[in-house]
C-alpha cells in the first residue's frame, strides 16, 4: 500500500520554541493531507486540511497562528507548533489518501509523532 | 448528524479465545467503513475496509467485519486472538456528502491475556 512518513518521530523542546513535523508522501501524490492529533487512551481529533497550494482548513477551536500548516509540494505538508507550550505535548499524526481529493479511498498514516514540550 | 460509537472503551481477553469489538454509526447516506489499528507510539494501520460489494471482509490476520445496513454496525471479529493482537482499534467512517472528512470512533483498547 502506499506509504506516509513523518519526521521526527520523537521531539523534546523547550517552552517558548517552535517545532517543525514533516509528513511525506512517498509513493504517490496527494493534494490533501490531513493532520490529527491525539491524547493519550484518545481518539484521533482532526485539527487541519492540508491543501497543495493553498491555505489549510482549520477546525473549530484549532489556533491557526499556533499550528501552521504549509503545504508546499504534492508529497509534503509541514506542521509547525509555534511558541509550544506544555499543553501542546501530544501525539501528532498526519494522513493522505492516494488519488482524487473526494473519494472513499482509505487513509494512509503516518508513524505520528510525539512532542513532548519541557 | 453523522457520528461514529464504539461501545466498549476496553476489551481483556483470553489468548485463544473469540473477540468482538462493536462499531455503530449514525448516518442518513451511504458510508464507506474502516477498521484501523493502532501499536503503541505508532500511526494507524488499515487492517479492513467496506466500501462496497461482499458485506463481509476480511483482513490478512484473521479479523472479519460485517457491515449490516440496518443495524448501522461494522462489528470487527476474530474467533482465536493472539497476543500479538493487543492493541488500540479504532473504527472509522466516512459519508458520501462529506468527501474526505473521516470520521474516527473513540477507540476499543484490545489487551489479550495469556
Known amino acids: 500500500g502506499a506509504v506516509v512518513s513523518q519526521h521526527p518521530s520523537w521531539v523534546i523542546c523547550k517552552s517558548g520554541t517552535s517545532v517543525k513535523i514533516e509528513c511525506r508522501s512517498l509513493?504517490?501524490?496527494?493534494?490533501?493531507m490531513f493532520w490529527y492529533r491525539q491524547f493519550p487512551k484518545q481518539s484521533l481529533m482532526l485539527m487541519a486540511t492540508s491543501n497543495e497550494g493553498s491555505k489549510a482548513t482549520y477546525e473549530q477551536g484549532v489556533e491557526k497562528d499556533k499550528f501552521l500548516i504549509n503545504h508546499a509540494s504534492l508529497t509534503l505538508s509541514t506542521l509547525t507548533v509555534t511558541s509550544a507550550h506544555p499543553e501542546d505535548s501530544s501525539f501528532y499524526i498526519c494522513?493522505?489518501?492516494?488519488?482524487?481529493?473526494?473519494?472513499?479511498?482509505?487513509?494512509?498514516f503516518g508513524e505520528g509523532s510525539r512532542l513532548t514540550v519541557l | 448528524a453523522q457520528s461514529v460509537t464504539q461501545l466498549d472503551s476496553q476489551v481483556p481477553v483470553f489468548e485463544e479465545a473469540p473477540v468482538e469489538l462493536r462499531c455503530n454509526y449514525s448516518?442518513?447516506?451511504?458510508?464507506?467503513l474502516f477498521w484501523y489499528v493502532q501499536y503503541p507510539n505508532q500511526g494507524l494501520q488499515l487492517l479492513l475496509k467496506?466500501?462496497?460489494?461482499?458485506?463481509l471482509v476480511e483482513s490478512i490476520n484473521g479479523f472479519e467485519a460485517e457491515f449490516n445496513k440496518s443495524q448501522t454496525s461494522f462489528h470487527l471479529r476474530k474467533p482465536s486472538v493472539h497476543i500479538s493482537d493487543t492493541a488500540e482499534y479504532f473504527c472509522?467512517?466516512?459519508?458520501?456528502?462529506?468527501?474526505?472528512?473521516?470520521?474516527f470512533g473513540t477507540g476499543t483498547s484490545l489487551t489479550v491475556i495469556p
Open positions: 509513493d504517490f501524490q496527494a493534494t490533501t
Open positions: 494522513s493522505a489518501r492516494p488519488g482524487a481529493a473526494g473519494g472513499a479511498g482509505e487513509l494512509f
Open positions: 448516518s442518513s447516506v451511504s458510508v464507506y
Open positions: 472509522a467512517v466516512t459519508f458520501s456528502d462529506t468527501g474526505n472528512q473521516f470520521y
Open positions: 467496506y466500501l462496497s460489494g461482499s458485506t
